[in-house]
């Protein structure tokens, strides 16, 4: 498990609480529920497994695939440290972000990631016959975290981390050597199409972390709407102006309108003189 390493080592566990508490608990409940389903009824295990992971060929019919492969476990161990992985670098993104703004990142970076991913399998599969979307799959936690991890190298390149007490190295050769691994084993093992999603998986990421205001989607959305009735006020307010300025000159009397539509009183010769009405 990965620490910070700016000074002396200390064994300390980072906070559990918020977004990442609920995905790891999620995870961790799900790999659970698999180990005892497999237990008591492994064929209704294994349909459910199929079912829930991402297969490409499958997908834009089980379109729940999209949401639910990252809590199919792909292993005790996997599941372990995908967990462990998420709890040092969600908690920290989540402390500097929000709980908002990480949940949106591990949905962005999973959906996103996956669709994208059965998008170029299902195209570019009959070109490319190591992503060809038959019988290919994927699932577990890795290819999220590995997104978020890349993440939190870009926010703290030249941090210094620490890797089971052994390996003392800045965030970014951290990540990209534990990425690259992943991919490596992912190549050989012939578990293309995971190694395919989980670069898809880094990709919507990035692209969230560069694009995406830091407040998160949803700050962006109530903002635009705020924005939309703002201007449709004042386009209001402008129009009532017109009016009111046509209505002042029947009446013989020239009165004074700014860009905006305020009213500046007849003998208001400074736009800043606090008699002006709104």
């Known amino acids: 498990m990965p620490m910070r390493s700016d000074g002396p080592v200390v064994l300390a566990f980072p906070p559990f609480r918020g977004a990442t508490r609920r995905l790891i608990l999620l995870a961790l409940g799900a790999g659970l529920a698999f180990f005892v389903l497999n237990l008591i009824i492994p064929g209704l295990a294994g349909l459910f497994y199929g079912l829930l992971s991402l297969h490409p060929d499958q997908a834009t019919r089980l379109v729940w695939q999209f949401a639910t492969y990252p809590f199919i476990p792909e292993g005790f161990l996997g599941l372990l440290f995908g967990a462990l992985s998420l709890w040092y670098f969600g908690s920290v993104l989540e402390d500097e972000r929000g709980a908002r703004w990480l949940g949106e990142l591990f949905l962005v970076a999973s959906i996103g990631g996956a669709i994208l991913a059965t998008l170029i399998s299902l195209v570019f599969g009959r070109y490319i016959p190591v992503i060809d979307p038959v019988g290919k799959s994927s699932n577990g936690l890795w290819p999220t975290v590995l997104a978020l991890m890349l993440v939190y190298a870009r926010l703290h390149a030249n941090e210094s981390l620490t890797v089971n007490f052994i390996i003392r190295a800045r965030a970014k050769y951290i990540v990209a050597g534990t990425l690259l691994i992943y991919l490596?084993?992912?190549?050989?093992?012939?578990?293309?199409?995971?190694?395919?999603?989980?670069?898809?998986?880094?990709?919507?990421?990035?692209?969230?972390?560069?694009?995406?205001?830091?407040?998160?989607?949803?700050?962006?959305?109530?903002?635009?709407?705020?924005?939309?009735?703002?201007?449709?006020?004042?386009?209001?307010?402008?129009?009532?102006?017109?009016?009111?300025?046509?209505?002042?000159?029947?009446?013989?009397?020239?009165?004074?309108?700014?860009?905006?539509?305020?009213?500046?009183?007849?003998?208001?010769?400074?736009?800043?003189?606090?008699?002006?009405?709104?």
């Open 184 to 278: 490596v084993f992912d190549i050989i093992g012939f578990k293309r199409f995971d190694a395919l999603n989980t670069v898809c998986n880094c990709l919507c990421a990035w692209l969230f972390v560069q694009f995406a205001p830091h407040g998160g989607l949803r700050f962006a959305f109530s903002e635009g709407m705020y924005g939309l009735r703002n201007r449709y006020y004042r386009a209001k307010r402008r129009r009532a102006a017109k009016k009111f300025t046509v209505y002042m000159r029947k009446q013989g009397k020239d009165v004074s309108i700014d860009a905006s539509g305020r009213y500046i009183g007849l003998d208001d010769e400074d736009p800043t003189d606090p008699r002006r009405m709104n």
